[in-house]
């Protein structure tokens, strides 16, 4: 039971740092599929809004499990499943808004 609470945390840490740097606007790198485009291909992204777009996606991500962290204890079945849907439906919204709304 320690272990996943240290696991817990430790993902939170990382997911805030990361969002940090990302609603900072320097975090392009951090974007699986943004670093491996082609120069003119990047041409076409607008990349301060992808990386806001990416940086409130991965906050909410920080928050939801920041709160199962704390509940760590006493996480039950619906919690995990709550938490689950909440970085499912987080995480369709970012690719549907990434792909029509960050375009130049």
């Not at 849907?85 to 960050?102: H, L, R």
């Amino acid at each position: 039971m320690m272990l996943s609470s240290i696991i817990l945390w430790s993902l939170t840490a990382i997911l805030g740092i990361c969002s940090l740097i990302l609603l900072s606007g320097h975090g392009a790198a951090l974007i699986a599929g943004y670093n491996t485009m082609t120069e003119d291909e990047k041409k076409t992204i607008d990349e301060k809004k992808l990386c806001f777009v990416m940086g409130i996606s991965t906050s909410i991500c920080a928050l939801t499990m920041l709160y199962m962290a704390v509940l760590s204890p006493n996480i039950t079945i619906t919690t995990t499943i709550i938490a689950s849907s909440i970085i499912t439906i987080d995480m369709i919204v970012t690719i549907y808004i990434a792909n029509t709304k960050c375009e130049k």
